[in-house]
C-alpha cells in the first residue's frame, strides 16, 4: 500500500495549518475559550481560500478536492482550535454532504454551491430532548399542505446553531410509521417561524456556537425534500457515517495539537539542572503518546480514503472515530500530567485540549453507538 499523500493533499493540508497558525493563535483561542467567545471572521477568511468545499467538484462551488484532503484540514485546525475544526466538520460532512448526496440539481445551485464556497454557513438538526440515538422518538413534525410543509418543534445541540444560515433538518412527516416516516428538509434561519433557543454553555469547545432550533409553523417548500418522504433516517445514518470521519479527524488533531505541546513543553521545562524531556519515564511516556497518536492517523486517513474509493466506509468511519476519541482522551490527560501542576491551569493550553476531546467520545452517536455499528459490520 501506498501511505504518501499527494502534492495535491499535501497543499490543503498546507494551506490549513498555515491559517491554523495565523489565524487561530493560540493566545487568540485562549482568549475565545474563556470568554466563550464566538467569531464569524475566520469563517469568512478560510472561505476565501476556497476551503470551504474541499471535497465537492469545482463546477459544484467547490476545490475540487477528496475527502482525505478534508481529513488533513480539519486536523490541522484542530490542532489549533477545536472549535473551529467541528465548525467546519458540520459545515461540510453534516449540511453540506447530504446536500451534495440526496439533493436536485436545483438544490445543489440554491445551497450546495454557496455552501462550498462559503458565502453561507451549514448546521445539522437531528437531536431532541426525548431523541438522541432514537430517532424515532423525536417529535419534530412536518405537516404536508400541499406545495409546502409547515414544521413545528424543536431540534437541541446544534452546533453552529444560529449562526448557519442553512439547516439540514430532521422531521416526522408520518409519525405513524415511525423510522419509516421520518423526512429530510433544508430549511433557512431566515424562513417565518424560525428562530433560535437557548445557546449551550459547553465544557468545551467554547469558541463554537451550540444552539436550540426552534419551529413555529415554519413553511418550507415541497421541493426542498431531500431524497424521497419516509428516506430521513437512511439520509440522517449514511450522513452520520460520513461525519465521524470528520470527527475523527478532529479527535486525530486534539491529540497530535496536545502530543506538540507536551514535547515542546518537556524540552523547556529544567529541573534538577536538566530538560524534565531526558527523564526516560516521560520519554516512554511520549513515545507511547506518539504511536497512539499515528495509529487513530492511520484509522483516520484510511476511513476517508475509503469513502473517497466509492466502497462501504461505515465501519471504517465507526473505527475511526471510536479509536481517535479515545486517543484524544488519553493523549490529553497524558499531556496534562506531563505539564504537571501547570497543566491544571487556564494559563496553560493543555487543560483546554483535555476539555474539548470529550466530546469527540459523545457527538455522531456515543463510542458504544460506534461499537454497535462496527459489531453489526463484522457479524453480518
Not at 115 to 138: I, R, V
Not at 209 to 237: D, H, S, T, W
Request: proline content about 3%; charged content about 20%.
Amino acid at each position: 500500500m501506498n501511505f504518501a499523500l499527494t502534492d495535491t493533499q499535501k497543499a490543503f493540508q498546507k494551506t490549513a495549518a498555515d491559517f491554523a497558525a495565523k489565524e487561530l493563535a493560540p493566545t487568540v483561542v485562549a482568549r475565545y475559550d474563556r470568554a466563550a467567545k464566538y467569531d464569524r471572521k475566520p469563517f469568512e477568511k478560510f472561505a476565501a481560500l476556497g476551503m470551504c468545499g474541499i471535497p465537492w467538484s469545482k463546477d459544484l462551488g467547490g476545490a475540487g478536492g477528496d475527502y482525505v484532503s478534508y481529513a488533513l484540514a480539519i486536523e490541522e485546525l484542530s490542532k489549533v482550535d477545536p472549535g473551529f475544526g467541528i465548525c467546519m466538520s458540520v459545515h461540510v460532512s453534516l449540511c453540506s454532504w447530504p446536500i451534495y448526496k440526496y439533493g436536485t440539481p436545483e438544490l445543489h445551485k440554491k445551497y450546495l454551491v454557496p455552501l462550498a464556497q462559503g458565502k453561507t454557513m451549514g448546521a445539522f438538526g437531528l437531536t431532541e430532548p426525548n431523541a438522541g440515538s432514537d430517532a424515532a422518538m423525536q417529535q419534530t413534525v412536518a405537516e404536508d399542505k400541499g406545495d409546502h410543509y409547515l414544521v413545528n418543534g424543536t431540534k437541541i445541540f446544534n452546533t453552529n446553531g444560529g449562526e448557519a444560515d442553512t439547516y439540514v433538518v430532521f422531521v416526522m412527516t408520518d409519525k405513524s410509521k415511525g423510522l419509516k416516516g421520518i423526512s429530510a428538509l433544508v430549511m433557512e434561519k431566515t424562513m417565518p417561524g424560525f428562530s433560535i433557543g437557548k445557546t449551550e454553555q459547553t465544557m468545551g469547545l467554547r469558541s463554537a456556537r451550540v444552539r436550540e432550533l426552534v419551529f413555529q409553523n415554519v413553511k418550507v417548500p415541497k421541493e426542498n425534500l431531500l431524497g424521497k418522504e419516509g428516506e430521513g433516517f437512511k439520509i440522517a445514518m449514511t450522513t452520520l457515517d460520513g461525519g465521524r470521519i470528520g470527527v475523527a479527524s478532529q479527535a486525530l488533531g486534539i491529540a497530535a495539537g496536545a502530543l506538540d505541546l507536551a514535547i515542546n513543553y518537556t524540552k523547556q521545562r529544567v529541573q534538577f539542572g536538566k530538560p524534565i524531556s531526558a527523564n526516560q519515564a516521560l520519554q516512554f511516556m511520549m513515545a507511547d503518546m506518539a504511536t497512539k497518536v499515528q495509529a487513530a492517523r492511520l484509522l483516520t486517513y484510511h476511513a476517508a480514503y475509503t469513502k473517497d474509493s466509492s466502497a462501504s466506509y461505515s465501519k471504517e468511519a465507526a473505527m475511526a472515530k471510536l479509536f481517535a476519541s479515545d486517543i484524544a482522551m488519553e493523549v490529553a490527560s497524558d499531556a496534562v500530567q506531563l505539564f504537571g501542576g501547570y497543566g491544571y491551569c487556564e494559563d496553560y493550553p493543555a487543560e483546554r485540549y483535555l476539555r474539548d476531546a470529550k466530546i469527540t467520545q459523545i457527538y455522531e452517536g456515543t463510542n458504544q453507538v460506534q461499537r454497535m455499528v462496527i459489531s453489526g459490520a463484522i457479524l453480518r
